[in-house]
Each structure stands twice: as C-alpha cells, then as structure tokens.
C-alpha cells in the first residue's frame, strides 16, 4: 500500500510534480475564459427568459412555501456535499501514489455498489423509513468521507461502497419523503410537485458550479491538499441530517416486493419497443458518460488545469444545456424532444472523435480535449431532460421503478467493463483506445435513437403541446 512503499517504487509511479503539480499558463487562463464565459452565457439565458415569464403565477401559499423550504434547506445540503467531492476524487487517488489500474478498481466498486444498492434501495427506503433513510445517507457520506482520509487501499474500497449505498440512499428517499409529505400529510395538489422538483434541477445545476469553485478554494488554500473537499463536505452531510431530525416527520410507505416490480419492469421492457430503445440508448449513452466522468482528470490534470474550475466549467455548460433545452422546446422553435436527444448524442460522437485525435501519445492538446469535453457536458445538458420527458410519456407510472432498475444495470455493466478494459491497458495508448471505444459506442447509440425516431416519428403523445417552462403552482 502507498504509506508502505519505498521511495524508489514512489518514484517509478510518479512524484506529484508529474502528476500536475504544475500549473501551465495555457490551460489555467483557458479554463478561467471558459469558466466566466459559460457563466454568463447561462445567467443571460435565465435573465432573459425570468423576463419573458408571465407575471402573477408564483404560489403565494405560505404553508407550501414553508413546506418546500424545509425540504429544500436539508435536500440542497446534501446536493452541495455530493457535489463538492467530485473535483478531486481522481486527484486524491493519485495523490496517494495509485496507478491508474488501481484508480479504475476503486471506480469499479464505487459503480457495483451503486448497482446493487440502487436495486434495492427503494425497497430499503420504504421499510426503514424515509426521513430515517435520508438521515443514515448523511451517516453513509460522512462516513465515506473520513475514509479519504487514509491511504490504505482496503479502506478506500470500503469507502467506495458506502459511497455506492448513499448515493443510491440520495437519488430515492429524498424524493420519496418529499412526494408523501406534500400528498398525504399536506394534502397539497399533486400538480405542484414538478414545481419543487424543477426549481431544485435548477438550483443543482448552481450548487454543482458553486462546488467547484469552492473546491478548488479549499484544495488550495487548506493545508490538507486534495482531501480537503472531502473533510469540506462533512459538516454540510452532519448540517443536513440534524435538519432532518429536527424539521422532518417521518413517513412510510407500503412496500410491493422486490420480485414482482423487477417482473413488471422487465414485462413492460419486453412488451413495448420504445422501452426497450429507450433502454439502450440510456444505458449506452450514460456508460460513456460514466467513463468520461473518470478519464477528464488524467487527460486535463497533467497539463496544469484547475480541477475545481474545470468541473464548475463542465457544470455551467450543462446548465447551458439546460437552459438551450427550455429555449428549444419554446412555442417560439418548437422542437421536440426526440429532435433534441438525436443532437446530444451527435454532439457526444462529435466530440468523443476529437479526443480520440487529441488525447494521441505524444501530441495531446488539453485545450482540444477540453473544449470537447466541454461539449460533451452540454449535450448531458440536453440529453437529460430529452430523455426525463420521454421516459415520462412511455413507461406506465406503476412500473417505472421496475424498468429504470433494468435501465441501470446494463448501463453500470458497460461502465464496468470499460473500466476494467482501461486497467488492462498501456497508459501511454489506452486513455486514447478508450476514447475510441466510446466512438463506437456512441455510434450504436445513434443507431438506437434512429430506430426509435422511426417508431414514435407518428406518436403524438411523445410532443411537447405548449411552450416548456419552469411549472408554477397556482396563487391561491
């Protein structure tokens, strides 16, 4: 393990000055511009469509109002410390003196835990409770946290698999408590629930840059170098489960067996042609995603980027995605979402072709491979509420637990293997093999989105009627 070693094999992995100690001029001034440009961008397409909104349709409902502030003040805690690890993840890893092979078995437990977890995780929710469950996700993260503290390999894999359990433990029983509260407790119309949840997709996408900065800040500035995010994120994680506690009730929910929603889910994938497309293109699309998510900082990191910066930067042009979306499927363009899913992954194959070129031993470009990766975030950008809409219209609401659980396993299998494939692989040449690999892949995904736009090119349900804005609940 890295605290064993003798300085000869530390120094046959890499010392940190070869590993990006150093901070080139070029990609520090580049991810800077690109920082503040995508900034503005996004807060000009905001300000612009805040002033193109009707007047008069914000809820003036006090109770909702309270009810969705104590929802947001523990929800965002818990977004911004997720959010706040992911610059320096990578880095930290390789601060600890880890090949990259090992790196990638690190990533690779992080996404089975996710998997197995996530499958589960509903169920879990249910029978421990939501408001419990949200408070053991604070537990689980901080937890996960401390254990970036040691540099032992063993307690880094635990810690990937807490990681694993709470995320899951995130993506399921925040949403759920809200959703019972605000229905069976409040009693408040259902047809306000996107309101919460679209605001709070907004405020993600903020909290995500914000992280970033704030990143780079205390890595920098922090004597504890790359772990300092994570020693950051813990009191955030520990603020989060005493709002819970004290703010929140507790609320259950009758639990339908795990057996009979895996078998309604994989009925309705089998029974309907869309689903199964729309499986595959899901899980195709976001393996890559998943990769790209490991490789940026091996291929940016050397060349001297700002790590937190850089993620900020691939954050606001996500919400630049975003924000395109909102604009594309306006009365005023009209576009659909099927239209816009088909750019994402145009732009994903565009841009996965150009790191296949920059990224060549030997003549790497960071600012090319940036740039694409850049691009890469705005096509998630659009690829997301593209496919959110379209899963909405196609699976039944009953099974939609079901399928997404089929969704996600090919999806973290694929991610798996290219991972695995990565660690087999020359350092010098692999980095770039893989990149070419996720051309192919992207190239299938097109071929999926093709297929489906043939099945549902004559299916009105699957177009947006009217402009796609931000919902509001009604002044009452």
Not at 196 to 212: E, I, P, S, Y
Not at 309 to 327: D, E, N
Not at 427 to 434: C, D, E, I, S, V
Request: glycine residues 6%; aromatic residues 12%.
């Amino acid at each position: 393990m890295p605290g064993t070693e003798d300085e000869t094999l530390r120094a046959k992995r890499g010392s940190p000055a070869r590993m990006g100690g150093r901070r080139g001029p070029t990609m520090l001034v580049t991810a800077y511009l690109a920082f503040v440009g995508l900034l503005a961008s996004c807060l000009g397409l905001e300000l612009s469509r805040c002033r193109a909104k009707p007047p008069g349709r914000a809820c003036s409902n006090p109770s909702f109002l309270r009810f969705q502030l104590d929802f947001y003040q523990v929800y965002f805690l818990a977004l911004a410390a997720d959010w706040l690890q992911a610059p320096y993840l990578y880095k930290l890893y390789q601060h600890y003196y880890f090949l990259e092979g090992q790196i990638a078995i690190l990533y690779v437990c992080g996404l089975a835990s996710t998997v197995l977890f996530g499958l589960v995780a509903s169920s879990l929710v249910d029978w421990l409770g939501r408001k419990n469950s949200c408070v053991l996700f604070s537990l689980t993260y901080s937890l996960c946290c401390l254990t970036k503290l040691s540099q032992d390999y063993f307690v880094l894999l635990v810690g990937r698999a807490l990681g694993g359990l709470s995320t899951a433990l995130l993506f399921s029983a925040f949403e759920a408590w809200y959703i019972h509260e605000h229905v069976e407790r409040h009693d408040f119309p259902a047809e306000w629930i996107p309101a919460t949840f679209a605001r709070a997709a907004f405020w993600n996408h903020v909290l995500a840059v914000v992280a970033g900065v704030t990143a780079e800040a205390v890595a920098s500035w922090i004597g504890l170098g790359p772990v300092a995010p994570f020693v950051a994120a813990i009191p955030l994680l520990a603020l989060a489960g005493a709002l819970a506690l004290r703010n929140w009730g507790e609320n259950y929910d009758r639990q339908r067996a795990f057996s009979r929603t895996c078998a309604g889910g994989l009925r309705c994938l089998l029974s309907d042609r869309r689903v199964l497309l729309l499986g595959t293109i899901q899980a195709l699309f976001e393996s890559v995603i998943f990769i790209f998510v490991f490789l940026w900082t091996p291929v940016l990191d050397p060349h001297g980027a700002p790590l937190g910066i850089v993620f900020s930067s691939f954050m606001a042009a996500s919400l630049l995605g975003s924000s395109l979306y909102r604009i594309a499927t306006s009365k005023r363009y009209h576009l659909q979402p099927m239209h816009l899913l088909s750019l994402a992954v145009l732009i994903v194959v565009f841009s996965l072709f150009m790191l296949t070129f920059s990224t060549s031993p030997g003549q790497e470009s960071p600012v090319e491979s940036f740039i694409a990766f850049l691009l890469i975030e705005l096509a998630c950008g659009l690829y997301f509420p593209s496919m959110s809409f379209l899963r909405r219209k196609v699976i039944p609401e009953t099974e939609q637990a079901g399928v997404l659980n089929w969704f996600r396993v090919p999806l973290h299998l694929l991610a798996c293997l290219g991972l695995l494939v990565l660690h087999d692989s020359d350092r010098k040449t692999g980095t770039r093999n893989m990149f070419s690999i996720c051309s192919a892949v992207m190239v299938m995904t097109l071929l999926a989105v093709v297929g489906l736009f043939t099945v549902v090119r004559h299916d009105a349900e699957l177009r947006v009627p009217s402009p796609t804005e931000e919902p509001y609940a009604p002044e009452l």
